[in-house]
């Protein structure tokens, strides 16, 4: 099966600029995931969606970055405008599940990432 | 406080050596065990997870891991490891929250197995 696909794989931007990241997630599945990576450090989750319903959303800085899963498959995520601080790499996940009572029961699909740069 | 705790930054290993990279959980409740490993410019991969049953859990890659409630650990193992396990390891502990669950992911350990 096909896995999780992003894109770009890096970007580079100057601080105020908007940016935006797109993925993919495996066929079939219906939670998707965005999580933060900073350098050394363990990934962080920014938002979660079952179906195209954003279920948890409580890390997301709300000020400057949305995201979307229109039609419950792809998602977007923007940040605008960027901050020096958002330099990171920016990770999709995806997995299968059925309920908030069986969220992370299964494991999860992560995609290669997006290696943002804020100059 | 829900966490998990990678207490060593940097692990290296001889090739053929067994290996462990540890992992310790503080959650209430009955907490979902899982290990990732990560390779350079790429995304994690699920290597196993412990949900409930058989302490000892076998995954990917020749990889175990053995659950052990009273000292709230979950420690990775291999036999004999390989250059090829080089790479950055994560524990991540999913906990219940309300009606939902949660996971957190430790903040890596990463293994050198030198030839």
């Known amino acids: 099966e096909a896995g999780v696909v992003q894109s770009p794989r890096y970007k580079i931007i100057e601080k105020k600029q908007p940016v935006a990241f797109w993925c993919n997630p495996i066929?079939?599945?219906?939670?998707l995931y965005w999580y933060r990576q900073n350098l050394g450090q363990g990934p962080e989750l920014l938002i979660r969606?079952?179906?195209?319903?954003?279920?948890?959303d409580s890390q997301l800085p709300k000020d400057r970055f949305s995201a979307e899963r229109l039609k419950g498959v792809d998602s977007t995520l923007k940040i605008q405008p960027a901050e020096l601080g958002d330099s990171a790499v920016y990770l999709c996940?995806?997995?299968?599940?059925?309920?908030?009572?069986?969220?992370?029961?299964?494991?999860?699909?992560f995609g290669n990432g997006t290696r943002l740069t804020v100059t | 406080a829900q966490s998990v705790a990678q207490p060593e930054d940097q692990v290296n290993v001889a090739e053929g050596n067994p290996l462990t990279v540890k992992c310790t959980y503080s959650?209430?409740?009955?907490?979902?065990l899982f290990w990732y490993v990560q390779y350079p410019n790429r995304g994690l991969q699920f290597l196993l997870k412990?949900?409930?049953?058989?302490?000892l859990v076998k995954g990917s890659y020749g990889f175990e891991a053995e659950f052990n409630k009273s000292q709230t650990s979950f420690h990775l193992k291999k036999p004999s490891a390989l250059v090829s396990d080089s790479a950055l390891y994560f524990c991540?502990?999913?906990?219940?929250?309300?009606?939902?669950?949660?996971?957190?992911f430790g903040s890596g350990t990463q293994l050198t197995v030198l030839p």
């Open positions: 996940a995806s997995s299968l599940t059925s309920g908030p009572s069986t969220s992370y029961n299964s494991p999860l699909h």
């Open positions: 066929s079939g599945h219906n939670t």
């Open positions: 969606y079952e179906n195209e319903e954003a279920v948890d």
């Open positions: 959650v209430s409740g009955n907490p979902y």
């Open positions: 412990y949900i409930t049953g058989d302490n």
């Open positions: 991540a502990v999913s906990f219940s929250s309300g009606s939902a669950r949660q996971l957190t």
